[in-house]
Nanobody, 125 residues
Framework: QVQLVESGGGLVQAGESLRLSCATSGRTFTGFAIHWFRQAPGKEREFVTAITQSGSITYYADSVKGRFTISRDNAKNTVYLQMNSLKPEDTAVYYC??????????????????WGQGTQVTVSS
């Protein structure tokens, strides 16, 4: 079993940056693709970005391309999400999730082996 813990969220102004971390424990970290999803109030959880097990391939939602960067440090069992040029519409709870492959949808739930508890990101205008 794998456990995920997000950190790094907070309140920032538009145009500023934040770096989120997703620390994992349990089963072999390098066996999982790691995803970031986000959920704003009243909206469905949406895909943000993902990185393959080796870290060689990354995927991004169009809304964050060029502003967000996902990376992983397999020695530290941690994935990072660098978020630059933040916008008010980026405000959401951000979740990391582990899967055996990259999936850009939350359905079916069996695609993901574990989810973190989420970290709040609030961007003021």
């Amino acid at each position: 079993q794998v456990q995920l813990v997000e950190s790094g969220g907070g309140l920032v102004q538009a145009g500023e940056s934040l770096r989120l971390s997703c620390a994992t424990s349990g089963r072999t970290f390098t066996g999982f693709a790691i995803h970031w999803f986000r959920q704003a109030p009243g909206k469905e959880r949406e895909f943000v970005t993902a990185i393959t097990q080796s870290g060689s391939i990354t995927y991004y939602a169009d809304s964050v391309k060029g502003r967000f960067t996902i990376s992983r440090d397999n020695a530290k069992n941690t994935v990072y999400l660098q978020m630059n040029s933040l916008k008010p519409e980026d405000t959401a709870v951000y979740y990391c999730a582990a899967g055996r492959a990259v999936f850009t949808r939350t359905f079916p739930p069996s695609n993901f082996l574990a989810w973190g508890q989420g970290t709040q990101v609030t961007v003021s205008s």
